[in-house]
Nanobody
Framework: QVQLVESGGGSVQAGGSLRLSCAASGRTFTIYAMGWFRQAPGKEREFVAAISWNGDNTYYTDSVLGRFTISRENAKNTIYLQMNSLNPEDTAVYYC????????????????????WGQGTQVTVSS
């Protein structure tokens, strides 16, 4: 079973940048597609970005397209989320998760297709 730990969250002003990391334990990390989700207070968890097991395919929700970049370093068992041009609407707890490996990677926006999840890291953007 893969275990995930997010880091890199914090507080920034609008227009600033942060890079989130998600470190995974487990020898089979490289077979997993991965995703980032976020949950703002009082809102449902929403898809942010996803990346295929080899990094060749990446997907983003429209609101972060052009501002966020998902990447991975399989040699370090780590994925990243580079977040630029942050705005207050990006404030949320950010979670990484592994896509269920027995399913085609075509439902990457569906949180039910991911398990396990990390504990989350808080991102706060002030105006």
């Amino acid at each position: 079973q893969v275990q995930l730990v997010e880091s890199g969250g914090g507080s920034v002003q609008a227009g600033g940048s942060l890079r989130l990391s998600c470190a995974a334990s487990g020898r089979t990390f490289t077979i997993y597609a991965m995703g980032w989700f976020r949950q703002a207070p009082g809102k449902e968890r929403e898809f942010v970005a996803a990346i295929s097991w080899n990094g060749d395919n990446t997907y983003y929700t429209d609101s972060v397209l052009g501002r966020f970049t998902i990447s991975r370093e399989n040699a370090k068992n780590t994925i990243y989320l580079q977040m630029n041009s942050l705005n207050p609407e990006d404030t949320a707890v950010y979670y990484c998760a592994t896509y269920l490996p027995t399913y085609p990677f075509d439902k990457y926006t569906d949180s039910a297709m991911y398990d396990p999840w990390g504990q989350g890291t808080q991102v706060t953007v002030s105006s």
